[in-house]
């Protein structure tokens, strides 16, 4: 059981509306990963901004944040070893036109703007601690076995 670690993870609108939450859920619990907190929810601008701070000088920011508040999404926390660099693995690129069939992005997307999924950046050290504190408070994630942790790891 080393390198345990969290991973903020969310389905953002266009998921949700396509009924693609359970899909999303479902690879990532039979993969091995463990689900320590969840919440659905509709994100307001001032969150918006702070997610997605580091593209505030991009030409595609206002779009994005009106995107990713304009429906419900589930945001999530799921913990494992090596967690965010394995979501990421099993999103696909960014733009899901780039994405390998079998991604969730490659599975379920066409467009860049439309990509289903958001995964913290294992290139970013420290982005999955830092979107996790913005979306949860400590109290709303639950520490937990799966009855099946020594069948997963060695
Ligand atoms: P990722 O979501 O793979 O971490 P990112 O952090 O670079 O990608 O960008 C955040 C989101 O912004 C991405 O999921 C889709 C959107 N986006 C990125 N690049 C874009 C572009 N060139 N045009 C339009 N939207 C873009
Ligand atoms: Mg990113």
Redesign the pocket.
């Given at each position: 059981m080393s390198d345990q670690e969290r991973t903020f993870v969310m389905v953002k609108p266009d998921g949700v509306q396509r009924g693609l939450v359970g899909e999303v859920i479902s690879r990532l619990e039979r993969r091995g990963l463990k689900l320590v907190g969840a919440k659905f929810m509709q994100i307001d601008e001032q969150l918006a901004h702070e997610h997605?701070a580091?593209?505030e000088d991009?030409p595609?920011f206002e779009?994005?944040v009106d995107f990713i508040t304009s429906g419900p999404v589930m945001a999530m926390v799921w913990e494992g070893q090596d967690a965010t660099r394995q979501v990421r693995k099993m999103?696909g690129?960014?733009d899901p036109a780039e994405s390998a069939p079998g991604t969730i992005r490659g599975d379920y997307g066409l467009d860049?703007?439309r990509?289903v999924i958001?995964?913290s950046?294992h290139e970013d050290p420290g982005a999955n601690e830092r979107e996790i504190a913005l979306f949860f408070d400590d109290e709303e994630l639950v520490e937990w076995e799966r009855i099946d942790e020594t069948w997963l790891y060695e």
């Open positions: 997605y580091e593209h991009k595609f779009g994005l999103m690129e960014t860049l703007g990509n958001h995964g950046d």
